[in-house]
């Protein structure tokens, strides 16, 4: 089991800045991948930013550019630096943990995180 962590929304003003979060423990294997997720009310969470299995990274259109994701492996930690922040940015973003143990890939979420951005 992977037990994630996340910190770091709130509310800030559009044109803003935030730093999300999430950090890992338990029995994490490599390879596995990390990413960032979003889900606005009613909708189903959408890819944000994530850190593929061999090291690519991937963006949401609507962030590059503005979001950065990164990792500190040895803290088990990911991180997604957003700036330039929109009203539309609004959602309770997750982090996600995927790894492999042979040939089966379990998944494991955090709890999620609200970030509002709203003058």
């Known amino acids: 089991q992977v037990q994630l962590v996340e910190s770091g929304g709130g509310l800030v003003q559009p044109g803003g800045s935030l730093r999300l979060s999430c950090a890992a423990s338990g029995r994490i294997f490599s390879p596995y991948s990390v990413g960032w997720y979003r889900q606005y009310p009613g909708r189903q969470r959408e890819p944000v930013a994530i850190?593929?299995?061999?090291?690519?990274?991937n963006y949401a259109d609507s962030v590059k550019g503005r979001f950065t994701i990164s990792r500190d492996n040895a803290k088990n930690t990911v991180f997604l630096q957003m700036s330039s922040l929109k009203p539309e940015d609004t959602a309770v973003y997750y982090c996600?943990?995927?790894?492999?143990?042979?040939?089966?890939?379990?998944?494991?979420w955090g709890q999620g995180t609200q970030v509002t951005v709203s003058s």
């Open positions: 996600k943990h995927d790894q492999m143990v042979g040939p089966i890939k379990f998944a494991y």
């Open positions: 850190i593929n299995f061999g090291g690519s990274i």
